[in-house]
């Protein structure tokens, strides 16, 4: 294996909660209630703007101009405050030799934020692969298949850590090895993955599984 593309959020940084407790507030100035667990198991890994559209479908209540820029605001500030990294995932990525990369479904003024709330950046350095930037969205795999050829390193070289079915999706669409990081132990039935529960667990994981 010659590199690895990390999901970002809910699989570097502890951010799936946060994200959504933001869209709990927002709606409920639209008279919508909401819960931020629920949404977190239903849309983790799905594009933004999907789910305001999935959500205000069900809720019968049009999303205003102002929703998005507010909440992007939010989430913003909630990050600088209350931002944490995945338990044990300084030293899995310490025990990693191996080029890597974000590869997010998020904007990348998110991204960048996010690493540096989390004293992340240093492992990533520029490779930094935002869907925004790219126009592709897991599930395509065409995102990951674009983050290879950015690091310059053969699809079949290259191993995915994710922490979402969705990504998971995209990672075997584009035949490379899939680390899903499931501490909830969810069913997944797509094939050659390997599922673990525990972040400091991952160098092992990825050893056992390098030729």
């Known amino acids: 294996m010659d590199c690895l593309l990390f999901d970002c959020d809910g699989t570097l940084v502890d951010s799936e909660r946060l994200g959504n407790v933001g869209l709990v507030v927002l709606f409920r100035e639209l008279g919508v209630e909401l819960d931020a667990d629920e949404l977190v198991a239903r849309f983790r890994g799905w594009r933004l703007i999907k789910i305001l559209e999935e959500i205000g479908r069900e809720e019968g209540v049009a999303i205003p101009s102002d929703f998005l820029p507010k909440y992007r ?39 960048v934020q996010a690493l540096r709330c989390c004293d992340l950046s240093h492992y990533f350095g520029e490779n930094l692969i935002s869907a925004y930037e790219v126009g592709i969205w897991k599930p395509d795999p065409g995102l990951y298949l674009h983050a290879a050829r950015h690091m310059s390193v053969p699809a079949s070289r290259c191993g995915v850590v994710e922490d979402s079915l969705l990504g998971v999706e995209a990672a075997v669409g584009a035949e490379m090895q899939c680390f899903y990081f499931n501490p909830g132990e969810e069913a997944c039935q797509l094939p050659g993955v390997m599922s673990f529960r525990r972040m400091v667990d991952l160098p092992q994981l990825v050893a056992t599984h390098s030729d």
């Open 73 to 111: 605001q939010a989430v913003l500030e909630s990050f600088e405050q209350n931002l944490r990294p995945i338990e044990g995932v300084h030293s899995a990525l310490d025990r990693l030799p191996h080029p890597k990369a974000v590869v997010s479904s998020g904007p990348l003024p998110k991204i």
